[in-house]
């Protein structure tokens, strides 16, 4: 996969709802329902996490959900990438990036979303020819007011910030042109998985679902 390519695909999945829910699992007998009330509330597109020694198996039950994008978050090394694929993942999300783990990601047809924090790791990533990346940790590098920033000297860069993003903050950052979506956890807490309240995810992420985006 070229950089080209994977940029594409994660300008195509960040464009599918304006939340991506950022998902802990530690027990793979949720991740079918959980999956299934983010889908119905509007919110198609899942980055499971590596946090959790059930995630590769969540990840492989969740690809089976009707309707989902389910990708592999917290990837940080080739080997995370290959397993992640192998699980069936569509897509990677990183915290930050190196060579190995993009150079991975493309062996392996994996979409990156890689992390960055400032200009100059944007600038290395457009370099590299991606045009997409995720913003972490956002609210402690300045949140929605670096990202405003950014897009003066960096028209070409588009950012799906991630990190300390909340119901109330989102909107700063969905408005702004070089935001596609942002990345969440709010809709997913622990509390609600380990008490089975699908019915309250799903209202979290049809709220999710319904927030505006400001880009042309």
């Known amino acids: 996969m070229t950089p080209k390519e994977a940029s594409a695909n994660a300008r195509e999945f960040c464009g599918l709802a304006p939340v991506i829910p950022v998902l802990v699992v530690q027990e793979v007998a949720h991740a079918v329902p959980l999956a299934e009330a983010l889908v119905r509330g509007g919110l198609p597109v899942l980055e499971v996490t590596l946090r959790t020694p059930a995630a590769l198996e969540v990840i492989r039950a969740m690809a089976a959900v009707a309707g989902g994008v389910v990708g592999a978050g917290t990837i940080l090394t080739p080997e995370d990438a290959k397993a992640a694929r192998e699980a069936g993942a569509l897509f990677g ?44 940790p956002a609210e402690a590098n300045g949140g929605a007011a670096t990202l405003r920033a950014f897009a003066g000297p960096l028209p070409q860069m588009s950012f799906c910030p991630t990190g300390g993003v909340t119901p109330a903050n989102a909107p700063d950052y969905l408005k702004l042109p070089n935001v596609l979506c942002v990345g969440g956890s709010w809709v997913a807490e622990a509390s609600l998985l380990r008490d089975g309240r699908w019915d309250e995810v799903e209202r979290l992420a049809r709220e999710a679902s319904r927030l505006e985006r400001g880009r042309p």
Request: charged share 25%; glycine share 10%.
């Open 93 to 136: 999300v990183s915290p930050g990036v190196t060579d190995s783990l993009v150079e991975a990601c493309e062996a392996e047809d994996l979409p990156l979303l890689g992390g960055v924090a400032t200009v100059s790791e944007a600038m290395r990533m457009l370099e590299r020819g991606y045009e997409v990346c995720k913003f972490f």
